[in-house]
């Protein structure tokens, strides 16, 4: 991965990862936190996508395309 950007967003869901894993309190409170982090997560994977595909677009195509 060489975007700066991505891999700023994967080294803080892995920060998030390890805090929800060490969480040792309610287990409603660590629920919560896991559903934050599917939604953190989802959004990661969403902008990886577009992210990827438009840097592999733009050296390749029109700029209307693009």
């Known amino acids: 991965m060489n975007n700066l950007e991505l891999i700023r967003q994967k080294q803080e869901i892995d920060g998030l990862f390890s805090q929800v894993r060490g969480f040792s309190g ?4 660590k629920a919560l936190l896991t559903y934050y982090l599917c939604i953190r997560v989802s959004g990661f994977l969403e902008n990886c996508v577009r992210i990827i ?3 592999y677009s733009m050296p390749r195509s029109k700029d209307h395309v693009s």
């Open 53 to 55: 595909f438009t840097e």
């Open 26 to 29: 309610d287990p409603y409170i």
